[in-house]
């Protein structure tokens, strides 16, 4: 199976700060990666599909890159609501493998 | 709307067996896989399995393999996971998740939540 690695585990940032989390495949995946946000005891939302396209009412500021085996999610000027713990999944085949997410705390 | 109602929490001892129903309303059931994933305390998601209410046809993680077991009713639009031979790692919060058609004619995977059913293994 293909493995889902993101990076990095924990991020410290501030409220205005740019911030990147990356996930990468073991295996090409085309442009299959979905990325959610799940803020704490809520169920996640997702934010991108297709690597970059942005789910319709997502913030602007949200921004999904990558193909292959290399993504990246960038939020471009950080929003209080915006600290959270971020996954990226990959749907190209089964199994729909999850990365083992991205917490985004506030420094 | 499209609306997926989990049953609630349970608590099981270990070595039991749980069933956990997503009853799902504001579509057409035959229409949409869904999925099931589940999230350990403290934890990341975990991609159990996916089912197809078209016909039933199934594909599961190769980690839950031979233990779980996804079926539907499709008079109720329903459903179901289960998993046998329950231990202390199964406790976790079981989610079915809709996939969603985009306006651009892709999918978005995990489209639409239940709002989760919290199963405890305890003995």
């Known amino acids: 199976d293909i493995q889902m690695t993101q990076s990095p585990s924990t991020l410290s940032a501030s409220v205005g700060d740019r911030v990147a989390i990356t996930c990468r495949a073991s295996?090409?995946?085309?442009?299959?990666l979905t990325w959610y946000q799940q803020r704490p005891g809520r169920v996640p939302e997702a934010l991108i599909y297709?690597?970059?396209t942005l789910v319709s009412g997502v913030p602007s500021r949200f921004s999904g890159s990558g193909s292959g085996t290399k993504f990246t999610l960038t939020i471009s000027s950080l929003q209080p609501d915006d600290f959270a713990t971020y996954y990226c999944?990959?749907?190209?085949?089964?199994?729909?493998?999850f990365g083992q997410g991205t917490n985004l705390d506030i420094k | 709307q499209v609306q997926l109602m989990q049953s609630g929490a349970e608590v099981k001892q270990p070595g039991a067996s749980l069933k956990v129903s997503c009853k799902t309303s504001?579509?057409?059931?035959?229409?949409?896989?869904i999925h099931w994933v589940r999230q350990a305390p403290g934890h990341g998601l975990e991609w159990m399995g996916v089912?197809?209410?078209?016909?039933?046809?199934?594909t599961y993680t190769q980690t839950l393999k031979g233990r779980v077991t996804m079926t539907m009713d499709t008079s109720t639009s329903t459903v179901f996971m289960q998993l046998n031979s329950l231990t202390s790692e199964d406790t976790a919060l079981y989610y079915c998740?809709?996939?969603?058609?985009?306006?651009?004619?892709?999918?978005?995977?995990?489209?639409?939540w239940g709002q989760g059913t919290l199963v405890t293994v305890s003995s």
């Open positions: 998740v809709r996939e969603r058609y985009m306006g651009d004619g892709y999918i978005s995977p995990g489209g639409y």
């Open positions: 504001g579509f057409s059931f035959s229409n949409y896989y």
């Open positions: 089912i197809d209410p078209s016909g039933g046809s199934t």
């Open positions: 295996q090409n995946i085309s442009s299959w």
């Open positions: 297709r690597a970059s």
């Open positions: 999944q990959k749907y190209d085949s089964y199994p729909y493998t």
